[in-house]
């Protein structure tokens, strides 16, 4: 009974890992590659459950392991999740690396699932140290899962910024700074505002010297967006 028993959990893990689908991500990091396992992939779209598996792409050593609740990412239409090994290309992958605080180290936020405004894609943000040890950060994940899809990365003014909507005529962008104990603050903010007749106003936060400067503009919808 005991060897049977055995056996079939033998056969239960072989069969998971025959039902997980296996994918490369060797192009979208200078420093690091990954292996990814994720439970669905039919048609072109692959989500679900996954295990993301970092190596060091110098030498091939395993850094971490990280796990999804839905990796959710699209495959090309000549690809075909059920051939076995498949390498993502480099804008393509569910994975994004990149400087995030700009402490001169690579930082990686994985998706996880759709949960964003207007069911954009969110992710789970993990910051790096010189250790190679990655870390989640509240803060981030929080940015990168509560607006419109990932923030953006300015590495020349050193910093990040959200994106917002509400309905077709209310867009905002906040852009974020770190400090020096590496804490995240609001450095300036734009809305874009044309619910009101053909005007659109604008209205600019910027924090200066401790303080916000607050402006506020009125344009014509065809002028100010055709500059």
């Avoid at 495959?75 to 700009?102: C, H, M, R, S, V």
Wanted: with cysteine.
């Amino acid at each position: 009974m005991k060897s049977l028993i055995i056996f079939c959990g033998i056969l239960l893990i072989a069969n998971t890992s025959e039902a997980q689908f296996k994918f490369l991500a060797n192009n979208s990091s200078d420093q690091y590659k990954a292996k990814i396992f994720v439970d669905k992939c039919e048609g072109n779209a692959c989500s679900g459950k996954a295990t993301i598996i970092i190596y060091d792409m110098a030498t091939d050593r395993e850094i971490d392991t990280f796990h999804s609740e839905d990796l959710d990412f699209s495959l090309t239409e000549t690809q075909n999740a059920k051939l076995g090994w498949l390498e993502l290309g480099k804008y393509q992958t569910p994975l994004i690396f990149g400087d995030f605080n700009f402490d001169g180290f690579e930082d990686l936020a994985i998706r996880n699932g759709n949960n964003g405004a207007y069911a954009s894609p969110s992710y789970q943000v993990y910051l790096s140290s010189k250790e190679n040890k990655f870390l989640l950060s509240k803060e981030l994940t929080k940015l990168a899962s509560e607006n419109l899809g990932m923030f953006d990365i300015d590495k020349k003014t050193r910093q990040i910024a959200i994106h917002q909507k509400d309905g077709c005529c209310f867009d905002k962008t906040i852009n974020y700074k770190f400090d020096a104990k590496n804490a995240l603050y609001e450095d300036s903010s734009v809305i874009e505002d044309s619910s009101i007749a053909d005007n659109v106003t604008v209205i600019t936060q910027k924090l200066v010297d401790g303080k916000i400067k607050r402006t506020v503009q009125k344009f014509k919808i065809k002028d100010y967006y055709n500059q």
